[in-house]
């Protein structure tokens, strides 16, 4: 594995014992780092935290009325359509489809993009939609008015084609209930709403909504794990797993943007004036059949689906939405309204759910996409390019845990000797800790750190995180291919790369001296390690499971040559020389 480096090679039954509860606590972490993650989840803002245990809330400060009071008459003639119809919206990114009625989305095609069918991907959920509403739907405080909005039949300025730029109105008016709907397109994957609902002239605090998930989301496992409600509260960005969201809470703190998102794709709504922001979270639960191939209504599982609902308290609600691809430089390039009505807020990068480890994994992928741009055009082969570079740059740890092992070697006679001086004496006698204080003086006189072969390994565990972050995170590798592999995102289907990995560690792990390794700890890790860590890649993404095979390739080669050294030779011999001492041992024994 590229990053993980065999720990026979320290010296000493004590300190293998160390290294190997290293390399448990590692192997812990890997397997508990996303499930902690969903588990716990970020803690809300104060003020969230609270109006979500509430019960549904009530418009902040418009009222909503949805109908004239007694002795009120309707304002205004009747504006609807006679029948249902559909304009069409499209731009070299994208093609929306309007319906009349409810002056709502039914479909969201990104160009761009495809589906696990290989059909255009649509954002619209064709599963969730028809049960919990579309896209640039209204959501108000009343389920009746609700009802009327998102069934009558609006008025729209224009049917069938339209190119952007361009401008899209709908309006409707009934009973003293008037509605006007207006879109804005341009060139990018924003698009632009003004939404302004009255009852009599009164302002309606009626809230644009995106109520029912994405289209990409078809398992069980993008509704339920990688499907997050996303936040930016004055500049600090959050994310909410589906468990923490509370279907109808109002939260009417100064957010920067809101939306939901799944692993790859988001839609983000960012008012125009925070400071005013309103909004409802919006979760609702649907079926969906637990084998997509061959689908059984009587085998499903239970999905939820997230949505959100944004407006202005002040009644009339002016916003942006992103609904496109979780592309770092696109969401870079869309920033927030800060206070002073310019677009100089933060930006949506920060929904890429890179976490803690931004730092390191965000390099990665910029490194990975120069070498994708300049120098092999696929990100497959630019991930054996960077992880040559990866293991060349850690190959001076790896060094350096040998010299540390070999030191260790050369002074393990000397341990043993004090060891076996204080042998008899119980663990709570305090002459153990004489024995302790002769082997520190003898480490410290000697220049040797017991740790010396642990600290490298633990500088490379946070870059096998980041890499791992990276590689789950970014929409390039989705449905990149590499030979025989045609989705890098996802785990290899004929399971060659998981096989791989285990005969390649196993090589690292045979060619490696283990000078001072107990015989069962030698097996142990030579055979049941690779095989363990093998088994966590068969599920894992390609193309994590492409660079750690490629990773060991290289620590076989680096292994091999490091054998040929002066370095290498002396850890040979005193691994022959321990293990013949140990049989001669065992034959006097018998």
């Known amino acids: 594995m590229a990053e993980i480096k065999n720990p026979n090679q320290q010296g000493g039954g004590q300190d293998s014992r160390t290294i190997l509860a290293f390399s448990t606590i590692f192997l812990l972490m890997f397997l508990g780092f996303q499930y902690f993650k969903q588990k716990k989840g970020p803690e809300p803002p104060p003020q969230q935290q609270q109006q979500q245990g509430a019960t549904p809330a009530t418009p902040p400060i418009i009222a909503n009325v949805a109908s004239p009071t007694p002795g009120q008459v309707a304002v205004g003639p009747s504006v609807k359509a006679e029948s249902e119809d559909e304009t069409f919206l499209e731009n070299d990114l994208y093609r929306i489809r309007f319906s009349n009625r409810g002056a709502q989305v039914t479909s969201w095609i990104l160009k761009k993009y495809t589906n696990e069918s290989g059909k255009p991907l649509d954002l619209v959920n064709s599963e969730a939609a028809p049960q919990h509403g579309y896209p640039l739907s209204l959501y108000t405080y009343d389920p009746v008015l609700t009802k009327q909005l998102t069934q009558a039949l609006y008025e729209p300025s224009a049917t069938g084609n339209l190119t952007a730029p361009a401008k899209l109105t709908f309006t409707y008016a009934e009973a003293g209930v008037k509605v006007i709907k207006t879109f804005s397109f341009d060139s990018s994957y924003v698009v632009s709403a003004d939404i302004l609902v009255t009852n009599n002239g009164v302002p309606v605090n009626a809230l644009l909504a995106w109520p029912s998930g994405?289209?990409?989301?078809?398992t069980l496992q993008s509704y339920n794990t990688n499907a997050q409600f996303d936040t930016s509260l004055n500049g600090k960005s959050d994310d909410e797993a589906p468990k923490k969201v509370i279907s109808g809470a109002t939260l009417t703190n100064p957010y920067d943007y809101v939306g939901i998102s799944d692993l790859y794709f988001a839609a983000i709504f960012l008012p125009e004036v925070p400071a005013r922001a309103s909004v409802v979270t919006l979760h609702n639960k649907i079926n969906i059949p637990r084998n997509r191939k061959t689908p059984d209504p009587n085998v499903t599982d239970q999905a939820s689906v997230l949505g959100a609902a944004v407006g202005d308290s002040s009644g009339h609600t002016r916003l942006r939405l992103f609904a496109g691809p979780k592309v770092i430089e696109v969401l870079g390039s869309?920033?927030?309204?800060?206070?002073?009505?310019?677009?100089?807020?933060?930006?949506?990068?920060?929904?890429?759910?890179?976490?803690?480890?931004k730092v390191i994994a965000k390099p990665f992928f910029l490194a990975l996409r120069w070498i994708y741009q300049h120098i092999i055009h696929n990100w497959g082969w630019a991930i054996l390019v960077l992880t040559l570079f990866i293991n060349l740059i850690m190959l001076p740890t790896r060094v350096q845990m040998m010299h540390s092992a070999l030191k260790m070697q050369r002074i393990q006679p000397e341990m043993d000797a004090i060891k076996n001086r204080y042998k008899n004496y119980k663990m709570n006698d305090p002459r153990r800790q004489d024995m302790n204080k002769e082997i520190f003086d003898l480490q410290k006189r000697e220049k040797v750190n017991m740790f010396g072969g642990c600290l490298p390994m633990l500088v490379q565990m946070p870059l096998l995180f980041g890499f791992y972050k990276m590689l789950s995170?970014?929409?390039?590798?989705?449905?990149?291919?590499?030979?025989?592999?045609?989705?890098?995102?996802?785990?290899?289907?004929?399971?060659?790369?998981?096989?791989?990995f285990i005969v390649t560690m196993f090589l690292v792990q045979f060619l490696t001296p283990s000078p001072g390794m107990d015989p069962t700890q030698q097996k142990m890790m030579a055979f049941t390690m690779p095989v363990f860590f093998g088994f966590m890649t068969w599920n894992l993404a390609s193309g994590l499971a492409l660079y750690w095979s490629f990773g060991n390739i290289i620590n076989v080669i680096q292994q091999m040559i490091m054998n040929r050294t002066k370095l290498g030779r002396e850890m040979k011999e005193i691994a022959a020389r321990r293990t013949a001492k140990r049989l001669g041992k065992s034959a006097v024994r018998k």
Do not use: M, Y
């Open 473 to 500: 995170n970014v929409i390039e590798l989705r449905h990149a291919d590499w030979l025989w592999l045609h989705d890098l995102a996802a785990p290899d289907p004929l399971h060659v790369l998981p096989v791989f």
């Open 334 to 357: 869309v920033r927030a309204t800060a206070p002073d009505g310019s677009f100089t807020g933060p930006d949506l990068e920060r929904i890429i759910n890179f976490g803690w480890l």
């Open 214 to 218: 994405l289209g990409d989301q078809e």
